[in-house]
């Protein structure tokens, strides 16, 4: 198997993307650790995936936090961060602290990740993104701007943490726990009109995204690169 015997550590593991690179992983012979904020739902994601794989809480907004789940797992050969931030809200509108605390949620804990992550000489570390960082849309340029900053970040990663590989990977619409705080109608709204737009016709699962990101992790050519993966939303006009 393409993983076997590496070590995977999976920051937002517990559910949506997160969870489906974790299985993923997992299938393809990795020792996988699925880390979050909840005990509770990284219990249930353990339970879902089954196998081996170990759980660890981590708040990516405290750098103790951080420091002391990387410190506990020792190297590994993977990280991927999952986490989400920005804030929605028009520009003219949006609570700056507001502002400030999704800054911090994506772009902070990204750097907090990259600083204390104990990542071995072959491995990689690997952000998730965004579709909006390229294709903003009013209301949710917070969004577009943490995106981008960690786009940005991750590339500049590749170089001051060479031999080990920087990489981003940036999903389209997918259909995740995190639109679960929409309203039922809203939400089912949000997916039809995402999918009539998109040259698929669809958006995506998260097991998509999860099976790149276990490519990013077997590829050791593959460095620096942000890669879209959104049902064909980088074509539209
Ligand atoms: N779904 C989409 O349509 C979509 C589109 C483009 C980009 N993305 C990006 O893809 C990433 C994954 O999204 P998703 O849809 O898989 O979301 P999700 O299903 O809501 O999962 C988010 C994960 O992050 C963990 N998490 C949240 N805050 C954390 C914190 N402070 N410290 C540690 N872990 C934390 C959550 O667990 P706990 O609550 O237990 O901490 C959960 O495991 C996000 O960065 C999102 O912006 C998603």
Redesign the pocket.
Known sequence: MSLDGQKVFV????????LETARLAQDAGAQVTI????EE??AAAQAEIGGQVATTR????DDDSVKAAFAATGTVDHVVF????GTVGKIREIDTDAVLQGLD??IV?AVRTAKYADISERGSLTF????FARRPLPGMLMGAAVNAAIDVLGRGLAVEYAPIRVNMIS????D????ARLPDEMREGMFKNAASRLPVGRVGT?DEIGMMAVQVMENGFLTGAIIEIDGGANVLV
């Open positions: 920051i937002g593991g517990s559910s949506g993307i997160g880390a979050s904020r909840s739902k990284l981590i708040d990516v907004l999952t986490p989400p931030g949620a994506k804990a998730i993104t965004g579709q999903p389209g619409v997918i995740t726990p995190l639109h998260p």
